[in-house]
């Protein structure tokens, strides 16, 4: 594993628990040697995962649409910035770039993000493991919803047990290995 996809809010929310783990999670990933791929913004948890991943020394690649650049304000002091027309192209270049995915609080962005990633996978275009870290339960409600699709059929269960999720970004390490 060189490097992680990490998908997150380009807000902080609402509890200061997100943002903690945005910053233990570029931390860790930093200390393991392995490089974040991300959104390429320097704004809300995006941008705590970058700067906490740089302070660690670590490889910190932005991939950003230019319609964003100023509205999620690029980040300038990534180790590569990458500045893309469509948010299709951030998706594939971000998958291109990465040996894996991490979820962490997000929003709408961040559910299309990873729910295209999982298709990729379910299609057959990867093989690369989803993490989601469910901070304080934050995940929850949609595993409930994915474990309802998979109850009525419209997810094999083998899809749904292939999803991981932690509750600490301590744990990601282990759970992007265990595949």
Not at 51 to 74: S, T
Not at 141 to 151: S, W
Request: proline share 3%; with cysteine.
């Amino acid at each position: 594993m060189h490097r992680v996809a990490v998908f997150c809010g380009s807000s902080f929310g609402s509890e200061p628990a997100f943002h903690e783990a945005a910053a233990d999670l570029g931390s860790a990933l930093a200390g393991a040697g392995i490089g974040v791929v991300y959104g390429g913004g320097h704004v809300g948890l995006m941008g705590v995962v970058a700067d906490a991943a740089l302070a660690g020394g670590g490889e910190v690649i932005g991939v950003i649409p230019r319609r964003l650049v100023d509205r999620e304000v690029a980040h300038t002091g990534v180790s590569d910035l990458r500045v893309v027309e469509t948010m299709h192209e951030r998706k594939a270049l971000m998958n291109e770039l990465s040996d894996g995915f991490v979820v962490l609080p997000g929003g709408l962005g961040t559910l299309e993000e990873i729910f295209e990633v999982l298709t990729w996978e379910v299609l057959g275009y990867h093989a690369k493991p989803s993490v989601f870290v469910d901070v304080d339960g934050f995940w929850s409600g949609l595993f409930a919803t994915l474990e309802a699709m998979t109850d009525t059929g419209f997810i094999q269960p083998e899809v749904l047990g292939r999803i991981r999720r932690v509750r600490r970004p301590g744990d990601v390490l282990d759970a992007l290995g265990g595949r």
